[in-house]
């Protein structure tokens, strides 16, 4: 009788061991898919930039000679932080406006055929006129689940004040949902190359596909981590406030489909953004900051 109750009690044993195995490795397996992916299959583009520099001249006087110009149809700004050397005649931090007609500068003259720049870039600058709050309608269709607001995040807050993004939103959604335009305003930039592979490398922190559009209030609002090639609008194009804009994705550096979203534009202090308030999915008139939680977005 004792015997089989041990052998009773090792069976339960087992099948516990068994089950918590199940569980424990298929949920290890689901975590390490989607915090780590394959990111050496990732391609990491260059993300494109207002700025050039080239290098003239030949030992032992170089110069450098900086290249400011709109990357496609839509007027921008660049930012210039910090450079090294210096360019002549110019102080830094400088804002320049970055349109058809190219802008250049040169720096002093150098030994050595080398320049360090540190530089922001937007379509949009924040002023004494820009709003307060971006109020808007919400951006993503369906059942979706805010996971990030300012301060507050299900998980590790990764919108920090020294990025300039503290006040960007995530918004995890199936793959595919539908993400509309918060506001009106005109498409400044589409990026839809790269695969939605689901890779937590720093490396991709700017190589995700996204949206950018200029409100007309004039902030910029970045609709981010977008499904490869899902775009419905392009470069030029107006757009109005609830219009489809391309489906939630999980490109770049991010670790489940979401969609990163952030209003704001260049100071001279570098990028800043501006809170993002919602009206009802059901109408409301009046706006209110986001929550941690879920959302049932019906189309209207």
């Not at 390490?32 to 700025?51: I, K, M, T, Y």
């Not at 932080?81 to 320049?96: H, Q, S, W, Y």
């Not at 406006?97 to 003259?109: G, I, N, P, Y």
């Not at 150098?110 to 002023?127: C, E, K, M, R, W």
């Amino acid at each position: 009788m004792r015997t089989a109750r041990l052998i009773l009690a090792l069976f339960v044993l087992l099948l516990l061991s068994a089950i918590v195995v199940f569980f424990l490795g298929g949920r290890w397996k689901r975590l390490s898919l989607g915090d780590g992916g394959n990111c050496e299959a990732v391609p990491h583009l260059q993300p494109r930039s207002f700025g050039t520099a080239i290098l003239t001249g030949a030992a032992p006087a170089y110069h450098w000679n900086l290249l400011v110009a709109a990357i496609n149809k839509v007027p921008g700004y660049f930012l210039l932080e910090r450079i090294e050397p210096a360019i002549d005649g110019v102080k830094t931090p400088l804002l320049v406006a970055a349109t058809d007609k190219a802008v250049e500068f040169r720096t002093a003259s150098i030994t050595q055929p080398s320049i360090t720049i540190d530089s922001s870039d937007a379509f949009a600058v924040l002023d004494d006129s820009t709003p307060p709050f971006a109020d808007g309608v919400f951006p993503v269709l369906g059942k979706s689940e805010i996971i990030q607001v300012p301060g507050n995040s299900i998980g590790r807050v990764s919108h920090r004040a020294e990025d300039g993004i503290e006040n960007a939103i995530d918004i995890k959604a199936p793959l595919g949902a539908v993400v509309r335009a918060i506001r009106p305003g005109l498409v400044a930039y589409v990026e839809q190359r790269y695969p939605d592979a689901g890779c937590d490398s720093p490396a991709l922190l700017r190589a995700g596909n996204k949206i950018i559009v200029v409100d007309d209030a004039g902030f910029e609002v970045v609709y981010g981590h977008l499904q490869q090639n899902s775009a419905l609008v392009s470069e030029g194009d107006r757009v109005d406030a609830g219009q489809p804009l391309a489906a939630v994705g999980n490109s770049g550096k991010s670790v489940l489909p979401h969609l990163h979203l952030h209003a704001g534009g260049l100071t001279l202090g570098g990028y800043r953004t501006i809170p993002v308030q919602f009206f009802d999915c059901e109408g409301g008139d009046r706006a209110i900051a986001p929550s941690l939680g879920n959302i049932v977005c019906p189309p209207r």
